[in-house]
């Protein structure tokens, strides 16, 4: 039985292809970090609106959480930023 070897592209040393090369390592965990930042952004801002519900009428808050569900972080940001009650209360600073 004949193994394959693989070997560095510039390098003696033998390269094991089922380790992925460190530059993958990163590109994967990065993406992952991503990932979860965005599902953690979307998850508070679900969970913000429905804390602010009772501010809200039914419908405003339906149109929220559809905002919030389709549009994902350009949604969240857009709640955060216009939508929440004390964001529209807010006076301005001018």
């Avoid at 992925?20 to 994967?28: E, F, T």
């Amino acid at each position: 039985m004949m193994i394959a070897q693989f070997w560095g592209p510039e390098t003696d040393d033998f390269v094991n292809p089922m380790i992925p090369a460190g530059y993958d390592l990163v590109w994967s965990i990065g993406g992952v970090v991503i990932l979860v930042a965005l599902v953690v952004v979307w998850a508070v801002a679900l969970l913000s609106i429905q804390r602010h519900s009772d501010r809200l009428p039914p419908a405003a808050t339906a149109v929220w959480v559809g905002i919030v569900l389709f549009a994902s972080v350009l949604g969240a940001i857009a709640w955060f930023t216009i939508g929440r009650p004390q964001a529209r209360e807010r006076p301005s600073a001018t």
